[in-house]
């Protein structure tokens, strides 16, 4: 229900990592972005609510698409230590959704010094 | 604050044993949830705890059951072990535990199951 269609991306330092997420449930109204370092849970980076279409904290800014059902992550620019694995996630407004984050498979970002 | 901390971070069981998990959530956190993760299936919701009940629960077979104390620490088991089971198990605390409040994980427990 959440896909996560790159699996890897490649990016060179200081340059703009665009990570994208796309959903299919359209009862989803909550968004969020980990990020994972091996051997380390995922680290909570930003979110977003149904309501709005853009969210910025620093340099992190996730857009929402909600009439494409699509969400991108947005990192400018982009450093080495930016190098993990990036889950999208999501949530929704129904029954059995209380505590369950619905997950991507994740796209693994490398920053390039 | 302490985050989240997850008892053992790594543990190797044979097909047939039982295990229990242990998560500790940020203090105050009051709602935890548990996940599953494995290169094939990502991350995987198996249930969450709230005040010592369990208010969601994942698809996932009978095998696997938790609980919360009454300090919000958690543990989740899993009787008859398989070769499937073997996975990173994470646990996430959350405060005051509402469906949009931001999950913090823990390191997890790697479960490797022979």
């Known amino acids: 229900q959440v896909k996560q269609n790159s699996p890897s991306l490649s990016v060179q330092e200081g340059r703009i990592s665009i990570l994208n997420c796309d959903y299919t449930?359209?009862?989803?109204?909550?968004f969020l972005w980990y990020k994972k370092y091996p051997a380390e849970g995922p680290t909570f980076l930003i979110s977003?609510?149904?309501?709005?279409d853009k969210n910025e904290d620093g340099r992190f800014t996730v857009f929402l698409n909600k009439s494409a059902k699509h969400l991108s992550l947005h990192i400018v620019p982009s450093q080495p230590g930016d190098s993990a694995v990036y889950f999208c996630?999501?949530?929704?407004?129904?029954?059995?959704?209380?505590?369950?984050?619905?997950f991507g498979k994740g796209t693994k970002l490398s920053v390039k010094p | 604050k302490a985050g989240v901390t997850q008892t053992p971070r790594y543990l190797i069981k044979t097909r047939g044993q039982q295990v229990t998990l242990s998560c500790s959530p940020i203090?105050?956190?009051?709602?935890v949830s548990w996940y599953q993760q494995t290169p094939g299936q990502g991350l995987q919701f198996l249930f969450e705890?709230?005040?010592?009940?369990?208010?969601n629960k994942g698809n996932f077979p009978g095998r696997f059951s938790g609980r919360q104390f009454s300090n919000s620490r958690s543990e989740m088991n899993v009787s008859t072990l398989e070769l499937g089971d073997s996975a990173l198990y994470l646990c996430?605390?959350?405060?005051?535990?509402?469906?949009?409040?931001?999950?913090?994980f823990g390191p997890g427990t790697r479960l490797t199951v022979l």
């Open positions: 996430a605390s959350s405060f005051p535990g509402g469906r949009t409040d931001t999950q913090y």
């Open positions: 449930n359209s009862m989803f109204d909550y």
């Open positions: 977003i609510s149904s309501i709005k």
């Open positions: 996630a999501a949530s929704g407004n129904y029954g059995g959704s209380q505590g369950n984050l619905i």
């Open positions: 203090s105050g956190h009051r709602s």
């Open positions: 705890y709230f005040s010592e009940t369990q208010r």
